[in-house]
């Protein structure tokens, strides 16, 4: 079973659409994260949930809408989408939001903006 | 801000060599680190991460980091080098005042093993 699985794993699409990459764990975890990896692999948050509260919104553009209908699950929503957004997107996971907390990561969903 | 910096984008080592990737990280107070690792078209593992206690931790598939705190550093060794180690490799911080529990990455060490 995989612990932490996103959908789709490959998204091409054209500039201006709307798209969504969903995230789910079964883990049990209480905490979910997205990652953004750029074309040279560097990775950094956009956004946290404790328990489908946000907890990190690190000044990603509007355009990206986070929702969490369950602790299970976290779904990134992408308005208008510009080529700048072709990147790795990573979902993971933690049991808490603490300090040297592990996280797990899914295998990531490549997208493609053209 | 806290940053990570890891020396050396590319490292190449040949086969049953000695492997050293570096890392340094900027804070007056020691964060939590953490070494993971990324194979192609895959997500990230967790090799092995340095919480409390023992400065010198061993993690998965003979990878092991030693903390110095003296140094602000956290490099990743693994004593032979195998051609399944190649892959990219993550050193990140999770601050510890930081809320959130958000791990901050360097900028990755691709490894190349060579027959």
């Known amino acids: 079973d995989t612990a932490v699985s996103q959908t789709p794993k490959y998204l091409v699409t054209q500039m201006g659409n709307d798209k969504s990459i969903k995230c789910e764990q079964n883990l049990g975890h209480d905490t979910m994260y997205w990652y953004k990896q750029d074309s040279k692999k560097f990775l950094k948050i956009m956004f946290s949930y404790n328990n489908k509260e946000l907890i990190i919104n690190e000044t990603v553009p509007n355009r990206f809408s986070p929702k969490s209908p369950d602790k299970a699950h976290l779904n990134l929503h992408i308005n208008s989408l510009e080529l700048g957004d072709s990147a790795v997107y990573f979902c993971?996971?933690?049991?808490?939001?603490?300090?040297?907390?592990?996280?797990?990561f899914g295998p990531g969903t490549r997208l493609l903006v053209l | 801000a806290q940053s990570v910096t890891q020396l050396g984008s590319h490292v190449s080592v040949s086969e049953g060599a000695l492997v050293l990737l570096r890392c340094n990280y900027s804070s007056s107070v020691p964060p939590y680190l953490f070494w993971y690792v990324q194979y192609p078209n895959q997500g990230l593992q967790l090799l092995l991460k340095y919480t409390t206690g023992a400065t010198l931790v061993k993690g998965i598939n003979g990878f092991e980091a030693e903390f110095k705190k003296s140094e602000t550093s956290f490099h990743l060794t693994k004593p032979s080098a195998h051609m399944s180690d190649a892959a990219e490799y993550f050193c990140?911080?999770?601050?510890?005042?930081?809320?959130?529990?958000?791990?901050?990455f360097g900028q990755g060490t691709e490894l190349s093993v060579k027959p």
């Open positions: 990140a911080v999770t601050p510890i005042y930081n809320q959130g529990g958000k791990l901050i």
């Open positions: 993971a996971s933690s049991q808490q939001t603490g300090y040297g907390e592990t996280q797990y």
